[in-house]
């Protein structure tokens, strides 16, 4: 079974203006590193556009509307202090739920063995009823009540590596104890949730990091907190909100990791999802601002992804 790679030019179009670090130049860079021929072996497909009665399975239909509704015409739309809209930012939004629902889809019924998609906007920052943190949909929410409501997953988990606390999909499975969210991240920082002391009902894990915390750190806080309690959560398929923003080259935060401390982890969530949940992953990308720090390290998580499936 093949590792699906996913993505849309689509995601291009969506635009927050000269200097805004989450920009399109990112995609390409990833595109760029995923060219060499070692990724020949990836199912590539285009991503879909998210049913709106899926999105509807977290964001409420009014939100939905205020969001497409606020899509302007030409220019941007600030949204808050740091997510705006442009004129394509809707479809790519539609775009990156799509992806994480359809590579679900793909993976749950053994058509492919895992996933990553190559999308934006990112998500896992999105309330439900609030964008924020550069994101408007939170599709890896919606992507694990969907693999619950769609197919046979009763327990479903999502790790998160994102060097930001993604406050959105923590506040979308606080109260649900057969979902579950486990989340290493730099405090202080934005968006300021993420403490220890946040455990949701029981199905919250959070590791906080301090800056220069680096590869050692991670790594403890991934053997000692989040890997034994995903271990026990059994998860039935593990979706993973991967953002590359803790690399050392990041600008946005300092966390000093490298490329081999993504293989690292993803080879254990890995090892996870083959224990219990016949190896379904499905990954998508959420931060990572320096270009060549992102392309490297979305590569050596994808290898990582692709030697899981040969
Ligand atoms: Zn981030």
Same mark, same amino acid.
């Given at each position: 079974m093949p590792t699906l790679l996913l993505t849309h030019p689509d995601c291009l179009l969506h635009d927050m203006g000269a200097g805004h670090p989450e920009r399109p130049d990112r995609l390409r860079a990833i595109e760029d590193a995923l060219a060499a021929p070692v990724f020949n072996r990836l199912k590539r497909e285009r991503a879909p556009l998210a049913q709106l009665a899926l999105v509807e399975r977290l964001?409420?239909? @009014?939100?939905?509307?205020?969001?497409? %509704?606020?899509?302007p015409k030409q220019r941007l739309v600030w949204l808050d202090p740091d997510t705006a809209m442009s004129p394509g930012s809707w479809n790519a939004a539609l775009r990156a739920t799509g992806a994480v629902v359809y590579a679900v889809d793909q993976v749950m019924s053994g058509a492919a063995r895992n996933a990553f998609c190559t999308v934006r906007p990112p998500g896992h920052h999105a309330?439900?009823?609030?964008?924020? @943190? *550069?994101?408007? *949909? !939170?599709?890896?929410?919606?992507?694990?009540? /969907?693999?619950?409501?769609? /197919?046979?997953?009763?327990?479903?988990?999502?790790?998160? *590596?994102?060097? /930001? /606390? @993604? &406050?959105?999909?923590?506040?979308? *499975?606080w109260s649900d104890k057969d979902l579950f969210y486990g989340s290493t991240h730099q405090m202080p920082l934005f968006p300021g949730t993420g403490a220890l002391s946040e455990t949701g009902a029981g &199905?919250?894990? !959070? %590791?906080?990091?301090?800056?220069l915390d680096g590869s050692t750190r991670f790594r403890e806080a991934f053997t000692t907190r989040i890997l034994p309690a995903l271990d026990n959560f059994a998860p039935d398929v593990l979706l993973i909100s991967a953002g590359f923003d803790a690399h050392r080259d990041d600008p946005l935060a300092q966390i000093e990791l490298t490329e081999d401390d993504f293989t690292w982890v993803t080879e254990k969530l890995i090892d996870v999802a083959d224990k219990h949940a016949g190896g379904r992953v499905v990954s998508t990308l959420e931060g990572g601002y320096n270009l060549d720090a992102l392309a490297r390290s979305t590569a050596a998580h994808v290898l990582v992804l692709m030697q899981a499936s040969s």
């Amino acid at each position: 079974m093949p590792t699906l790679l996913l993505t849309h030019p689509d995601c291009l179009l969506h635009d927050m203006g000269a200097g805004h670090p989450e920009r399109p130049d990112r995609l390409r860079a990833i595109e760029d590193a995923l060219a060499a021929p070692v990724f020949n072996r990836l199912k590539r497909e285009r991503a879909p556009l998210a049913q709106l009665a899926l999105v509807e399975r977290l964001h409420p239909p @009014g939100y939905v509307e205020a969001i497409r %509704a606020a899509a302007p015409k030409q220019r941007l739309v600030w949204l808050d202090p740091d997510t705006a809209m442009s004129p394509g930012s809707w479809n790519a939004a539609l775009r990156a739920t799509g992806a994480v629902v359809y590579a679900v889809d793909q993976v749950m019924s053994g058509a492919a063995r895992n996933a990553f998609c190559t999308v934006r906007p990112p998500g896992h920052h999105a309330e439900s009823s609030r964008a924020m @943190g *550069f994101c408007l *949909f !939170n599709s890896v929410a919606i992507a694990a009540l /969907h693999a619950r409501a769609a /197919h046979s997953a009763e327990r479903v988990a999502v790790v998160d *590596f994102d060097v /930001h /606390h @993604g &406050n959105g999909t923590q506040d979308a *499975f606080w109260s649900d104890k057969d979902l579950f969210y486990g989340s290493t991240h730099q405090m202080p920082l934005f968006p300021g949730t993420g403490a220890l002391s946040e455990t949701g009902a029981g &199905n919250i894990f !959070n %590791a906080p990091l301090s800056p220069l915390d680096g590869s050692t750190r991670f790594r403890e806080a991934f053997t000692t907190r989040i890997l034994p309690a995903l271990d026990n959560f059994a998860p039935d398929v593990l979706l993973i909100s991967a953002g590359f923003d803790a690399h050392r080259d990041d600008p946005l935060a300092q966390i000093e990791l490298t490329e081999d401390d993504f293989t690292w982890v993803t080879e254990k969530l890995i090892d996870v999802a083959d224990k219990h949940a016949g190896g379904r992953v499905v990954s998508t990308l959420e931060g990572g601002y320096n270009l060549d720090a992102l392309a490297r390290s979305t590569a050596a998580h994808v290898l990582v992804l692709m030697q899981a499936s040969s």
